[in-house]
């Protein structure tokens, strides 16, 4: 797909129609005896309701012959007994089927939530967030509405249409013969939908997520289009994309229009074949006036299954175009677990990066040919201008892209997402919904509350996290107990310390603290780093002069790299934003920064620049410290599969 600027979209994958009825019937195979059960029941519940002409023909049988009204009693009785029991059955019938299909539904939710989150997110920046947004909510609302309503519906419709036809050719076969004359109109209707439905419904798929990737993009930059006035242009776009969404729907309404009109055709032509057929067998007294009648009535007992199956045929094709859409991204390998043949890793692990470029959109690599070694227990700052790479290389270090060229090797292996070698905390950090000890119990779901309190004081957040109404059980997030940037902060940093990985990767994880809270966060990095390898793209340079390196970026290449003290000497780019950084600053709070301490005051160099990374917001404060001791090694353990917060933005 191509979008507005000419770029093209590289959607995740859509499932063929072969593969999408192996998906079906792999769902449905655990539940072999529920559905056996209900089919069952629906064949009896058909069954019993086909009495109904037959005895209705008796009546008409009795009044043409004049029989005393008594002759109607039992007649009339059957059939009330009839209603009972077709109603029960059909009400069994139909639970047991709801039941199938929302179990398998519930499965297919299951394997898409579980193979999107595993998704690499390179493939899906790729694929744009929109494209995953419309599988989320508008396929899985399609596919969930036609469990709920068209699968049950369908299944009785197809047993009344087989067991009907099958009760008029017990009438006389010459019924049944006159009943087929409308199944080559109604067959060629419903090829000629199907022909026209599934291409038409996939297309809306893609054109309704295009449209919603552009509303992501136009709402989720909202200030940056304001600020370079561009409401106009995207306007223009949102309505583009909208009108093209609309034709299609309205393409679709059209198509059922069609449809309708050709379905009441072959209606009207089958009755009257089976009325003439009535005639001309009550003439010659092949059969009564009754026997015709119900022939008559059972034809017309066909309009309802026969429309409700034909025109489910709308809610089906949506949906089973939606469920390709589901069974694409269920189908997508996920990224290969470099851990799991790996041995378990007992003490921080080393970082080898050699010869590494990466791009986000092919030939405008961001990275060019990096060379990086951490060795381990050590601490790295990277230091550089927004845009250097620094995102990029700590992505590529904690497994979140794999890299064009060149590899990238932690402990000997390629990293992967799942956390259990690489925890990654950045400044976007999300607070999930839900009692506070839940969002903590994510990184380690056995952890007690004890581990719970530990983890919180570690980080300094024990004591705030007491006064909330219910403490630890305080509903947070959405629509529950609001909490500030600092705070939320403090939750990555203390489900880190729970999850307990041999590397972190911290991503200017305190550069949104407010100045009261910036020293706050600095020692609950701190504490978190401490006995690990460690990853920091450094906002405020104290956090660079209390690492063991520091590595300067420029323009996706590494420029320079060394200790605080040595790229001092050196005098190079390092130098000269340390002098703008500490020249707004007293000659006490600088030379306690050189010394590996983070003076109080403000982090922004003179002239109101951002320093290393920028990012700092304004005021913003850094915690004064002592130098940083040296590591300790951690105890021999495997770490949780649990994986802290994860940026998605590219820089």
């Known amino acids: 797909m191509t979008t507005e600027d000419g770029t093209e979209r590289d959607l995740l994958p859509t499932a063929t129609p072969a593969r999408t ?166 067959a060629w209707t419903a090829r000629w939908y199907v022909r026209h439905a599934v291409p038409l419904y996939a297309r809306e798929r893609i054109v309704t997520g295009a449209q919603q990737q552009q509303l992501l993009d136009t709402i989720g930059g909202a200030r940056t289009v304001r600020a370079y006035g561009l409401q106009a242009e995207h306007d223009r776009r949102v309505t583009a994309r909208s009108r093209a969404a609309v034709d299609l729907t309205m393409r679709g309404v059209r198509l059922v229009l069609r449809f309708y009109g050709r379905l009441h055709v072959a209606e009207y032509l089958g009755l009257a074949a089976v009325l003439l057929t009535g005639f001309l067998l009550v003439r010659d007294d092949a059969v009564s006036v009754g026997t015709a ?5 059972y034809f017309h007992s066909l309009f309802t299954p026969v429309n409700t199956a034909l025109v489910l045929l709308d809610d089906a094709q949506s949906a089973t175009a939606g469920l390709a859409r589901l069974v694409g991204v269920v189908d997508v390998r996920a990224e ?18 050699s010869g590494v470029t990466h791009a986000y959109v092919p030939g405008r690599p961001v990275l060019h040919g990096v060379d990086l070694e951490v060795r381990p227990g050590e601490r790295v700052a990277l230091v550089g201008a927004s845009g250097a790479g620094k995102t990029t290389l700590a992505k590529l270090v904690a497994g979140l892209h794999r890299a064009e060229s060149g590899s990238v090797l932690v402990g000997g292996a390629e990293p992967d997402a799942s956390g259990r070698l690489v925890g990654l905390v950045t400044q976007e950090v999300h ?41 630890l059980d305080t509903v947070v997030g959405e629509g529950g107990h609001r909490l500030t940037t600092d705070r939320a902060q403090q939750l990555a940093l203390a489900r880190l310390l729970l999850a307990d990985p041999p590397l972190v990767v911290l991503d200017e994880a305190t550069a949104e603290a407010g100045s009261s809270g910036a020293r706050v966060l600095d020692e609950a990095a701190e504490r978190a780093l401490r006995g690990r390898t460690a990853l920091v793209v450094a906002h ?33 780019a390092y130098a000269t934003l340390w002098r703008a950084w500490s020249g707004s600053r007293s000659p006490g709070e600088s030379v306690r920064a050189a010394e590996g301490g983070v003076p109080a005051g403000d982090a922004t160099p003179a002239g109101g620049g951002t320093p290393a990374g920028g990012n700092t917001p304004a005021g913003g404060r850094v915690p004064a410290a002592k130098s940083r001791p040296a590591p300790v090694p951690p105890p021999s353990s495997t770490p949780s599969p649990a994986q802290p917060e994860i940026s998605e933005a590219p820089r």
């Open 336 to 353: 290969e677990d470099a851990a799991d043949g790996a041995a378990p890793v007992t003490g921080p692990p080393g970082v080898v990066v």
């Open 431 to 471: 607070v999930f919904a839900g009692p506070l000890a839940e969002d903590l119990r994510l990184a380690r779901p056995d952890a007690d509350e004890a581990e719970l309190r530990e983890a919180l004081a570690a980080v300094g957040a024990l004591e705030w996290v007491e006064r909330l109404p219910e403490g």
């Open 21 to 186: 009825r192996a998906a079906v019937r792999e769902l449905l195979r655990p539940h072999r005896v529920l559905a056996g059960a209900g089919f069952a029941v629906l064949v009896v519940a058909t069954a019993v309701g086909l009495l109904t002409q037959p005895l209705l023909g008796r009546i008409v049988d009795l009044v043409t012959r004049h029989r005393s009204p008594d002759a109607l009693t039992w007649p009339v009785l059957a059939l009330a007994g009839i209603a009972l029991v077709q109603g029960a059955s059909t009400a069994w019938g139909m639970a047991l089927v709801s039941r199938l299909g929302e179990t398998a539904l519930a499965r297919l939710r299951e394997l898409f939530v579980e193979r999107a989150l595993s998704l690499p997110l390179d493939r899906v920046e790729r694929a744009g967030s929109g494209d995953l947004n419309a599988r989320v909510t508008r396929d899985v609302s399609r596919v969930a509405e036609a469990v709920r309503t068209a699968l049950p519906e369908l299944a009785r419709s197809g047993l009344s249409i087989v067991l009907t036809l099958g009760a008029l050719a017990l009438l006389d076969w010459r019924f049944l013969v006159a009943a087929l004359v409308a199944v080559p109109v109604q």
């Open 293 to 297: 009648t119900a022939a008559a009535l």
């Open 540 to 572: 405020r340079l104290g956090q660079a002069a209390a690492a063991d390196r520091v590595v300067v970026m420029d323009a996706g290449r590494i420029v320079e790299q060394g200790t605080h003290e040595e790229l001092l000497a050196a005098g190079g």
